[in-house]
């Protein structure tokens, strides 16, 4: 059976915020003495290379200043849209006339990112009562995200229980059997953490059935070269370059860890001839 259809699901790292660089320059062009001109900015991002929190910071309060409102900039749901890497990974397989769909968005939290897989359907006009010769792949967002507590009852009932991992393990279990259940294969990653407790069954009573559905075993941006990591040109996402290189890294990886390895006994959906030598 052949995939003809690839669902995203994710947060802004899937949407394809950052693609907009360098482009981004060109709406500040104008005003010499703003700090986000081009020359200006790559200068700052050289001399806090590396420490995202500063950038990150430095970024937003430049935005707010400079009165910029990003999601008004009609351009920039055009270049996501177009340029972001989920759009690329598709691309790369040529040979096969594939439906592309990405509901990502800037999410909350994990189990919004699941909610949206139904939502982003019905958005969309697709009235999918199958997910037949479909390849889902969510991008999940930080754990932290999640971050949720549980006050038990009896004697202990004064005294909060993390239960942040388990509540994730089961938000991508729901995820796994909303689309196997209708006959689609699911496939995950880290965007930028990894909770190793989340694979740990002492932690997570759900880890053994979730584990032959990650597609890293570690973060998907750990995967880029020291040089590109730290270009994170807004201190938390990758810009047009560093994103076709994400696309390449997650087009040799689906193929490097073997079809049945990741989706079981069905190896079928890829033909071979698109595999990256």
Aim: charged residues 25%; proline residues 3%; aromatic residues 14%.
């Amino acid at each position: 059976m052949s995939v003809n259809k690839v669902i995203f699901l994710g947060d802004s790292h899937v949407r394809g915020d950052g693609v907009e660089w360098p482009q981004f320059h060109k709406l500040v062009e104008d005003d010499r003495d703003n700090p986000l001109t081009a020359k200006k900015w790559t200068l700052f991002l050289k001399e806090n290379r590396g420490n995202f929190s500063t950038i990150r910071k430095e970024f937003l309060k430049q935005i707010s200043e400079s009165k910029i409102d990003f999601n008004s900039i009609s351009i920039l749901d055009q270049l996501r849209r177009e340029n972001c890497w989920a759009k690329l990974f598709v691309e790369n397989f040529k040979n096969f006339d594939l439906d592309y769909f990405n509901f990502a968005s800037n999410v909350e939290s994990n189990f919004t990112i699941a909610s949206n897989l139904a939502y982003g359907l019905f958005q969309e006009g697709t009235h999918i009562q199958n997910f037949k010769d479909t390849l889902v792949i969510a991008g999940l967002t930080y754990a932290q995200k999640d971050l949720t507590y549980y006050q038990p009852a009896g004697k202990d009932s004064s005294k909060l229980k993390n239960v942040t991992i388990p509540r994730l393990g089961q938000t991508i279990m729901f995820m796994k059997e909303y689309v196997e259940n209708r006959g689609g294969h699911f496939a995950y990653m880290h965007i930028d953490d990894f909770p190793e407790e989340l694979y740990d069954p002492k932690y997570n009573p759900f880890a053994m059935n979730i584990m032959p559905h990650t597609i890293f075993e570690n973060s998907f941006y750990s995967n880029l070269t020291p040089d590109r990591y730290w270009r994170r040109y807004d201190g938390l996402h990758y810009g047009a370059d560093t994103q076709k290189f994400l696309a390449e890294i997650l087009y040799n990886k689906i193929h490097d860890i073997g079809i049945r390895d990741l989706f079981g006994d069905d190896n079928n959906f890829l033909n071979d001839k698109n595999k990256v030598s």
